[in-house]
């Protein structure tokens, strides 16, 4: 053992920068968010719960039960029964997500013609129970006001709805009416 070492153990240089190092970082503001109290912003294309977009004027879901998104689903986590079709208009009876199996990868936003499903930005829904996060079309639609709600102007508008690149007139017609009316 050399001088310099026992000098460093009997005056305990060690323990004595550790606690000036704690008593520097004592008065510094905290670097965490106490979450419940404090909520972080959430980033532009935040992908968290689901909901179907009601149509503002009459009220009902913009669904066409077109299937798409149940086709693109790589968890296949959405079900749609509809009646109608052969040449008749298809009414949506179930649609149903369960949240859980879902990984967010929002190809069914992408995919569907009318703008009818988003991942809303709302994050906080965890649950004790299982039910809870197994959305039907009512669950939807209440998720889509209660989302609404926290928008201010004439509607919600998803910018991620139009890719930049991509020409208006090579979208469908209800992502362009989506787009041009902003609703």
Known sequence: MTFKELVKKALFLEILSGLALTLKVFFKKPVTIRYPHEKRPVSPGFRGRHAMVRESETGKER????????????????????????????????????????????????????????????????????????????????????????????GYFNKFWSPPGIDIKRLPVGKRESINTGK
């Open 63 to 154: 669904c066409v039960a077109c299937m798409k998104c149940a086709m693109v689903c790589p968890s296949q986590c959405i079900y749609i029964k509809y009646n109608g079709g052969d040449g008749t208009p298809r009414e949506l009876v179930k649609y149903e997500i369960e949240a859980y199996r879902c990984i967010y990868c929002g190809y069914c936003v992408e995919v569907c013609p009318m703008n009818a499903i988003v991942l809303t930005e709302h994050y906080e829904y965890s649950s004790y129970k299982r039910e809870d996060n197994y959305f039907d079309k009512e669950r939807l639609l209440l998720n889509w006001d209660e989302h609404v709600k926290t928008f201010k102007g004439k």
